[in-house]
Structures are given as structure tokens and as C-alpha cells.
């Protein structure tokens, strides 16, 4: 059963980073492409971040420059470092692969940017 679990988030102020953590087990980690995307209460889920099996990274536009996706084959983990942070930054972030036909998805973290 694959399995993800997200953990990192907080409170900080506009300026601040975070460092969000994801947690892969069910697959074989290497060879899938991980995602973060985030979700404001009333707004669609965005795609921020994707990392594939090569180490080829993607971002959305507003993150460019600020946010940092890694991953790490050994203990099956993707981190989002967060620089920089805005109060527009605040939402759950979620990661989440697609695996068998499926997308599985972790239960978020929230990361809210305020002063």
C-alpha cells in the first residue's frame, strides 16, 4: 500500500523559510516522480513543485527562485525548502505521486506565513 506522509509545516513570518519533509513507503521510491501542490480553503489544488526519477525538477512560476524540491533515494523522502516565504504562500501542502494507475496523496501539512 503505498503511503506518504508530509510533516514540516508552521507558522512564520513573511521572510522566513520552512523546510516541509515527505515520507514515501508502498513503491519503489527511485523510480516515481513526487509532487507538492498546495490548497488555500476555496481555491483549486496548485502544483508547485515536481521532482522526476532523474532529478529533473519543475516549479510553478511563482515559487521560482524561492522554493527548493529535492529528494532522497535512500530513505525515501522529497523535501520542499521554502525561502523567502509570503503571506500568499500560506496553504495545506501535499505531496503526492501517481504509482499502478493510481495518484496517492499524503494528508498535508499547513504552513501559514503571517506576521
Known amino acids: 500500500q503505498v503511503h506518504l506522509v508530509e510533516s514540516g509545516g508552521g507558522l512564520v513570518q513573511p521572510g522566513g523559510s520552512l523546510r516541509l519533509s515527505c515520507a514515501v513507503s508502498?513503491?519503489?521510491?527511485?523510480?516515481?516522480?513526487v509532487n507538492w501542490s498546495r490548497q488555500v480553503p476555496g481555491k483549486q489544488r496548485e502544483l508547485v513543485a515536481t521532482?522526476?526519477?532523474?532529478?529533473?525538477?519543475n516549479y510553478e512560476d511563482s515559487v521560482k527562485g524561492r522554493f527548493t524540491i529535492s529528494r532522497d533515494n535512500v530513505w525515501n523522502k522529497v523535501y520542499l525548502q521554502m525561502n523567502n516565504l509570503q503571506p500568499e504562500d500560506t496553504a495545506v501542502y501535499y505531496c503526492?505521486?501517481?504509482?499502478?494507475?493510481?495518484?496517492?496523496w499524503g494528508r498535508g501539512t499547513q504552513v501559514t506565513v503571517s506576521s
Open positions: 521532482i522526476d526519477s532523474g532529478h529533473i525538477k
Open positions: 503526492h505521486l501517481r504509482a499502478g494507475g493510481g495518484d496517492f
Open positions: 508502498g513503491v519503489n521510491f527511485r523510480l516515481y516522480a
